[in-house]
């Protein structure tokens, strides 16, 4: 099989339709049927059977598309990377960061930012952790804020800061909450594993009363007099009063990152960026009580 079987194959397998196929192809409906039988003869076996006018594929055809699949995934991505390369320019950031980093901590930065240089776009989307460095490797983004990186293969991962976590409860709590006396049946469990993953190097909640997906849900529960949980000090100062806002024993801290693709060259507008957060950020992460 030559490329142009394999595309008519893939065509019809991923539309089930002789006729969409053609049409995807921008060829006509007896053209894409000649491609296709002559893709057959090359082959030796059928990959196609016809049933009532309708084409069904062989065993040999699935076993076919599934060695063809992930080739054909990755010309997408690449169709998406060359898209995203034709509409960087330098006087625009694309940034990405959690949604916890999200509700006040990067806006705080990017107004301050604006304040220096006015004329540069700057285009701001959450995600989580893992999401954000493939969209990196995949450059849809320029840079990425975020806790605990996985620092895949072409990430480059910068510390900028260490902040606290903190316990967050609508009960009263005298003095710093000692993490393993944090009540199971009262705990609210995020399903988030950023900071989570520090929080089990101390302990390991097997039990709770409800899970979510955001820190940010998990504030706003507490603050709806639900429950306990365990957050980053921006969340738990965007989300809740003070008397809310508790330190932890022993003491967690979270390091927060700036990630780039180690394979591109950052623009001036983007390096502004990074010295701004790296200059800015520990002004503005506020304290415990």
Same mark, same amino acid.
């Given at each position: 099989m030559n490329l142009r079987h394999l595309e008519m194959f893939y065509a019809v397998m991923l539309f089930g339709s002789l006729t969409e196929a053609a049409s995807s192809l921008c060829i006509s409906q007896p053209a894409a049927s000649k491609l296709l039988k002559h893709a057959e003869q090359r082959l030796g076996f059928a990959l196609f059977k016809r049933i009532k006018g309708k084409l069904q594929p062989t065993k040999e055809a699935y076993i076919?598309?599934?060695?063809?699949?992930?080739?054909?995934?990755? %010309?997408?991505?690449?169709?998406?990377?060359?898209?995203?390369?034709?509409?960087?320019?330098?006087?625009? %950031?694309?940034?990405?960061?959690?949604?916890?980093?999200?509700?006040?901590?990067?806006?705080?930065?990017?107004?301050?930012?604006?304040?220096?240089?006015?004329?540069?776009?700057?285009? %701001?989307?959450? $995600?989580?952790?893992?999401?954000?460095?493939?969209?990196?490797?995949?450059?849809?983004? $320029?840079?990425?804020?975020?806790?605990?990186?996985?620092?895949?293969?072409?990430?480059?991962?910068?510390?900028i800061l260490e902040i606290p976590l903190v316990y967050i409860d609508s009960q009263s709590v005298v003095s710093?909450?000692?993490i393993h006396? %944090?009540?199971?049946?009262?705990?609210?469990?995020? $399903?988030?594993?950023?900071?989570?993953?520090?929080?089990?190097?101390?302990r390991t909640f097997n039990s709770s009363m409800m899970s979510v997906q955001t820190y940010y849900m998990a504030s706003e529960l507490v603050r709806q007099g639900l429950g306990c949980s365990i957050t980053d000090v921006y969340t738990a100062a965007y989300s809740l009063p003070k008397e809310m806002i508790h330190e932890l024993k022993p003491r967690m801290y979270a390091t927060i990152y700036i990630l780039r693709n180690a394979n591109v060259s950052t623009t001036k507008a983007t390096e502004d960026f990074i010295e701004l957060i790296k200059s800015e950020i520990g002004l503005i992460t506020p304290s415990i009580n």
């Open positions: 076919l598309y599934e060695e063809i699949k992930p080739i054909y995934e990755k %010309i997408n991505e690449l169709n998406k990377l060359t898209h995203n390369l034709a509409k960087n320019t330098q006087g625009k %950031i694309t940034l990405g960061c959690l949604p916890s980093l999200g509700l006040s901590l990067i806006p705080k930065l990017t107004a301050q930012f604006f304040k220096k240089y006015p004329n540069v776009f700057v285009s %701001i989307g959450t $995600d989580h952790t893992q999401a954000l460095e493939q969209k990196l490797l995949q450059r849809e983004i $320029d840079i990425a804020v975020t806790f605990q990186p996985y620092t895949q293969h072409g990430i480059i991962a910068t510390p710093a909450q000692d006396s %944090i009540d199971e049946n009262r705990w609210i469990q995020p $399903d988030a594993d950023s900071l989570m993953r520090i929080v089990k190097q101390y």
